[in-house]
Nanobody, 116 residues
Framework: QVQFVESGGGLVQPGGSLRLSCQAS????????MSWYRQAPGKERELVAS????????SYADSVKGRFTISRDNAKNTVYLQMNSLKPEDTAVYFC?????????WGQGTQVTVSS
């Protein structure tokens, strides 16, 4: 079955960096665009970044543009999110999914906490 395992989250001070990973399985990874989402307490799920199947095309939410970078390694069935210049408002559970809006397969998420 389609599965995603997110990792790399943790506690970081404002201005710090983290790199999240999402290991995918159960489908032909190289054939699908991928997205990162996040959800903070009391807020709705938010699309953070997306990447095309080959990695040539990327897009970002305005709130993270210039600070986050999405990438992928199709040989490893993995998508990454490099997070720099982190702010307290980036605190959330981060998770990945296929970009296809009709999909409803999610990983367990990884917690990112930005606090001094």
């Amino acid at each position: 079955q389609v599965q995603f395992v997110e990792s790399g989250g943790g506690l970081v001070q404002p201005g710090g960096s983290l790199r999240l990973s999402c290991q995918a399985s159960g489908f032909t990874f190289s054939g699908y665009a991928m997205s990162w989402y996040r959800q903070a307490p009391g807020k709705e799920r938010e699309l953070v970044a997306s990447i095309g199947s080959t990695g040539a095309s990327t897009s970002y939410a305005d709130s993270v543009k210039g600070r986050f970078t999405i990438s992928r390694d199709n040989a490893k069935n993995t998508v990454y999110l490099q997070m720099n210049s982190l702010k307290p408002e980036d605190t959330a559970v981060y998770f990945c999914k296929r970009r296809n809006w009709s999909d409803d397969y999610w990983g367990q998420g990884t917690q990112v906490t930005v606090s001094s």
